[in-house]
């Protein structure tokens, strides 16, 4: 049997639903998308729900998932996961936190939970930690500047724990928090140790950073204490090769899922252009997948476009999006030919109307390079992916992939 | 609430994908059936994943599963399942090896991973090893003679794990590999010591048998020793009646299916003729369901002549197969009449032009002698099952038919 390569394509936030502005149409049904049409002749259809119906996805939970990773398994918390987005690739037992730049007076008490929100200066204040602060008690400390005031902290070392309560107070006017174990466990006693040495040694090293003087001076706010918040250990996750045999690339330009796709062994390419936004180079990536299918089994191509537009309730923008989305599909068949497996969908709905995720089912198609019983279906879109034969979870993504370009391994005799 | 009789048809490989001899039909969409056809005015229809959607079962994985037992926890191994196939009938904890008889020279090197393949002295050879090693180190050892030179050999004892390698070195002129621990456990380390004396003692036996002596002096490769691999260890099998309150029986002509079926304390029927394959006595098979259904709660009919055909490539074979089981359907309605819930169903899609198990979705009928809400369709096939209302996995069928049957009891109060 000819094993076929795999082109695996994620329209961020592309689910949706009735769009006032679009005459209650979707913006998926409002576009004509002719290049996708085109693979309906020989296409199962229909719905997935990347976690489970109704529950709403995060792109992190929603990635694992559709990568066949279960998240209620390997998705321990946003620390982890906004650690990998902000450049930190972690090894198993690692505690990540999320953590803000935020500004205190010397008694501790939260002054501004952002330190004014702009920290222009963020990247040379982490490199300052970076260097300052190398461990605790034989605790590795790493940490890695996400965007504008964001940053996340990673430990690394024996008897760690993320069973450990924040830093955080979330509000100002209030002191800095002790974080406190959360069982009874010594790991747990520990790990709230090194948070609260570190916490203090933060303030020590950044209350009398050159950068804060210049700051002050400046009459802006210093930014001279981390608030930590969402302790998660990382547990280790499987390389995708190694439970797939597919030799894997991916092409995004999103911190999170470059991140994942690295994390999990896959190659990521960014092209020039390519920005997460709507000024994406849209064509770029359709190129930079084309070149990865010469090389690889299976291409990811990531399009955050979509969820960008989505979540600026700019119905325009979505569209716009999905116009160019279809003319990504038209030039990799144009340029691959379609001799190959292509699956299409989001990694959620984002309404463009509500501009938050949501948990309604997103619409997926796959297209088979030989005769199949195809679904019978006039679009693809939320209304038509219904009256396909798929009903799907993010979990099954790889299992269908597989199957279908003929790499499937038989389970069992 | 009368409570019905339930008769489960099996045709082994019976999902299939357009056909070029059928002009693209497959081969239930080609075939009349007229009889199963009658059934659709009062049955619902669907499709089924015997595991999860594009999962390609074994007809193993796939029968725990269909039988209510699902694999991801029953299913160890290929080894357990080999031994159940060639007769054997394991406990909790007995640790089951696949094997092959082959041919090694003095120094342990292997000669013919298949001693020539076709072994007639098979079945003597088997018994001279069962009497010869009775057990080792206070472990016993039973041997299996499964189809032409394939073996399985059970170890039962205490303080046994599947976590040892192989012995088997897939390749010829490579030495008989020692099985080595997997793991550090003492258990781990005690296998693999039982299984490299076992296989000393194999090619002390077998060198010195008369029967390769005889072998020798014909010219033929002695088959003197045994190559292990794919060690499982037996996860305890619940026994049907105790989990479904029915008592049961099965009709069927494969030995894997007959084991399946016995050790989950079946009553297994194979009727004179029945031989798995498309020459198979197909009405006999209806007749021995229906006596069963007389006295049994739950009829479990396998066919295997479907799936024989699928692997040979055999389209007429298939169609001729698929004719054979709506006669099957006739026989048994006429000899026992409706008043009874059938399922008809494959166990997995084997394609006849693909020739192998595929992860495809299996078309489902559950016929129901009252009156339902039934799925108006055409017919049963793969194309007609899409628009009916089940969409399953084979871990569902058993609920769904003691709750048509009228026989489920409540799950909660």
Redesign the interface.
Known sequence: ?KQYKILFFIADGLGDRPVSKLQGKTPLEYVNKSNIRELLKNSLIGLMDPISPGVVPGSDTSHLSIFGLDPHKYYRGRGVFEAIGAGARLKASDVAFRGNFATVNNEFIVVDRRAGRKIEEADDLVKELNEKIGEIDGVKVRFYHGTEHRVAIVLSGKGLTDKVSDTDPHEINKKVLESKPLDNSPESQFTANIVNKLTRKIYEVLNSSEINKIRISKGELPANIILLRGAAEFVDLPQFESYTKLKAAAVSATALIKGICEQIGMKVVTPPGATGGLDTNYLGKADAAVELLKEYDFVFLHLKATDAASHDGNVDGKVYAINKMDEMIGRILDKFGSELVIAISGDHTTPVEVKEHTGDPVPFLLYVPY???N?VVNDFNEREARRG????RGL?V???????SNR??????
Chains 1, 2 share one sequence.
């Open positions: 049997m005769s199949i019983i679904d034969s798929l009903r799907i099954d790889i299992n269908l992939l597989l199957n279908y499937a391994e038989k389970y069992g005799a």
